[in-house]
């Protein structure tokens, strides 16, 4: 049920202070911290330009990782905070908790949809609009879904999909209470304007 984790690495820093701090930039790395999970803490380094990587990519601190320090059991971590010098805007220091495998987290879910060929409203020519391509979900961190599927069999033009329409795996839920809707099936634009013009 998991999907793929990615995985993270990091090095055992030595030394704590902010001279080791200091040290850890000047050589190329960000110091951070892994914390939680009913172990001590451990310090870390981790590679400057592979931080940075993963910050571009998106989505940070709602990512799961499997934290892979050398002469270290993988751990499960979230990211809790990110510091950055506030000049530069660039990653100064990281936090990450662990998590045991009955945590609770906050994560986006892909969603995926299945049965095109069984909507009508598609078969007639209307566009699946998709609203929401994720859901973010509060899930148990040892059961993590790979994705929420929406199926789109007998949908027809018109029709709106809320996220009380979708099957979600056993444990999760929205973070959002609301109702809100992941995708649509719009009328072709020929028959839109059609209708237009009937009115």
């Known amino acids: 049920m998991a999907g793929e984790i990615p995985d993270f690495h990091a090095e055992v820093r030595t030394g704590t202070g902010k001279g080791a701090a200091r040290q850890a930039r000047r050589e190329g790395n960000v110091p951070g ?3 939680g999970g009913g172990q001590d803490p451990l310090a ?4 400057y330009n592979t931080l940075l990587k993963r910050l571009k990519m998106g989505r940070f601190l709602s990512t799961l ?3 892979k320090v050398e002469g270290q059991d993988d751990t499960r971590v979230i990211c809790r905070s990110v510091q950055r010098d506030v000049v530069r805007d660039v990653p100064t220091h990281v936090d990450f908790m662990r998590l045991r495998q009955t945590s609770r987290i906050n994560l986006f879910i ?3 949809f299945i049965n095109h060929e069984a909507a009508p409203g598609l078969k007639r020519g209307g566009t699946l609009t998709v609203v929401r391509p994720e859901v973010e979900l509060e899930v148990t961190a040892g059961d993590i879904p790979d994705h929420i599927t929406v199926d789109l069999k007998g ?3 018109g029709d709106v999909i ?3 329409d979708v099957v979600l795996p056993e444990g999760a839920v929205p973070t959002i209470s609301r109702n809100f ?3 649509n099936i719009a009328a072709p634009s020929g028959l839109r304007s059609a209708d237009n013009e009937g009115e």
Do not use: D, K, Q, W
């Open 33 to 35: 911290i892994v914390y």
């Open 155 to 157: 949908r027809n033009i």
């Open 110 to 112: 892909h969603v995926t």
């Open 65 to 67: 990782f499997n934290l």
């Open 162 to 164: 809320h996220i009380s």
């Open 44 to 47: 870390i380094s981790i590679n």
């Open 181 to 183: 809707v992941i995708a």
